[in-house]
């Protein structure tokens, strides 16, 4: 490994498949010094929470927190935007020095009584923490004379990284789980967490469950409602795709309710198909089980041809991978392999150890396999590699373009539709156009290897 690229303390985070017998540090705090890709603990819960649509979202804090986290995901709803307009209680100096409580509370009454949310989640960060306020108290004291739940969202960003801030909102939303009405719910019925509707998916994964004969109850929190959060615990399975945002959650309803939970995947063909599977046969009906094949059957009959297409022009290209939770990277593997590229460098913000031995399971000899990797690795990967298209967000993509690299956005501020059967092809489209596009014959690494030929 080149020292230039790797700093000495992150040596154990960073394996090279076959090199080495497997074995991975993770879990670990970022490196001070080492630029992480890591987002902070507000940030981490800003993201699971702001999808549900019809509460207000409050930031107490400086308005930069708010200003960072606004629009952050690319969450439709189907129908209120509250979650959208991000609001802020905007800390100056002197609330610093005196205390920023009364400012809270007066925020939370004003857009209660203008908006008239079914709950409001209030998001404590660095400042807060620091001074002191008692954000829990004041919470308590205008649910009280609102009549909505009011919840306190502890997510000061110095305690950690993306991870915390999610088991902070898991615990905010557990508030809310159990308080609702439950008669009327199907035997087949399920929640879908971590699913963030990022350019409407969770209406596809919901027509999907729905052809099979499977209910949802709640989505948590794509297109989310408070009151179908309320009821949640009504429903017989918790589906969870983004186990790293919301198995806390998923944990916490089976303690509580004793509802079991399926982790799934919903990129790409096997993990679409193997999620419907899985949940079929949890109920164990038989129509249900042929519903699942049949519409598995419909879909690939459509989209095969298709990405057969894609595969010809794409055999052989490389494709390196870092996104925020791992379950995206198993997912993308088995995609690049299905349209004939080779993955040849894959990563996580928060993987665990598991993770990563199932990543080393199904990679291919001389993988790069990183956990809570920094810029000045990401380059030298890309560069070593020689790699075609980087998947990432809005974090990689300026490094994928300065070194001349294809880039797709597989993060949550993406517009695009990536899951599901449809999500496949778009997908497969999206790389093609970015991996085959003209414009790289021009980039210096293009020109370099034209004039040494």
């Not at 020292?3 to 040596?11: N, P, T």
């Not at 998001?123 to 009280?144: K, M, P, Q």
């Not at 797709?408 to 496949?424: S, T, V």
Request: aromatic residues 8%; charged residues 25%.
């Amino acid at each position: 490994m080149k020292s230039a690229a790797v700093l000495k303390d992150r040596e154990g985070q960073i394996h090279r498949k076959g090199a080495s017998p497997f074995a991975m540090e993770c879990n670990k705090d970022s490196l001070a010094g080492a630029v992480s890709q890591r987002a902070c603990v507000f940030c981490g819960s800003r993201v699971v929470l702001y999808p549900i649509a019809d509460a207000v979202h409050l930031v107490h804090g400086p308005i930069g927190c708010a200003v960072y986290t606004w629009d952050i995901r690319g969450a439709l709803s189907s129908g209120p935007e509250l979650h959208r307009l991000s609001f802020s209680t905007d800390l100056q100096e002197l609330d610093v020095i005196f205390g920023g409580e009364k400012k809270l509370y007066k925020a939370l009454i004003e857009l209660i009584d203008r908006h008239a949310p079914k709950a409001a989640f209030v998001y404590s960060t660095c400042i807060v923490g620091l001074i002191g306020d008692d954000l829990a108290a004041v919470c308590r004291r205008v649910a009280e004379e609102k009549g909505i739940p009011v919840l306190p969202v502890m997510s000061e960003g110095f305690k950690g990284s993306k991870r915390e801030g999610y088991q902070a909102a898991c615990t905010a939303m557990r508030q809310l789980v159990g308080t609702g009405d439950i008669s009327g719910i199907s035997k087949y019925s399920i929640n879908i967490l971590g699913d963030f509707n990022l350019a409407g998916e969770i209406w596809l994964i919901r027509e999907y469950f729905n052809r099979i004969g499977v209910e949802v109850v709640a989505n948590i929190t794509g297109d989310g409602r408070v009151d179908d959060i309320r009821r949640s615990h009504g429903a017989s399975l918790n589906v969870v795709q983004c186990s790293g945002a919301t198995m806390d959650l998923a944990n916490m309803m089976k303690k509580d309710f004793g509802i079991p939970s399926l982790r799934v995947s919903y990129f790409g063909v096997e993990d679409m198909a193997q999620a419907l599977y899985d949940v079929a046969e949890f109920f164990k009906d038989p129509l249900m089980i042929e519903k699942a094949r049949t519409l598995v059957r419909e879909e690939l009959a459509r989209l095969l041809p298709e990405l057969n297409r894609y595969k010809t022009a794409l055999k052989g290209k490389k494709a390196a991978i870092y996104v925020g939770g791992a379950f995206k990277a198993f997912s993308l593997v088995k995609a690049f392999r299905l349209i004939g590229m080779d993955v040849v460098m894959v990563g996580s913000q928060t993987g665990t150890k598991e993770d990563y031995q199932e990543l080393q399971e199904i990679t291919d000899e001389g993988t790069i396999i990183v956990d809570d990797s920094n810029p000045l690795e990401l380059s030298s990967f890309l560069q070593e590699k020689e790699v075609d298209i980087f998947v990432g967000g809005v974090k990689e993509r300026p490094i994928a373009y300065k070194l001349g690299v294809a880039f797709c956005d597989h993060n949550h501020e993406r517009k695009e539709m990536l899951a599901g059967f449809q999500g496949m092809l778009n997908f497969a489209k999206e790389v093609y156009g970015s991996v085959m596009s003209p414009v790289w014959q021009f980039v210096p690494r293009r020109t370099q290897e034209k004039e040494n030929d």
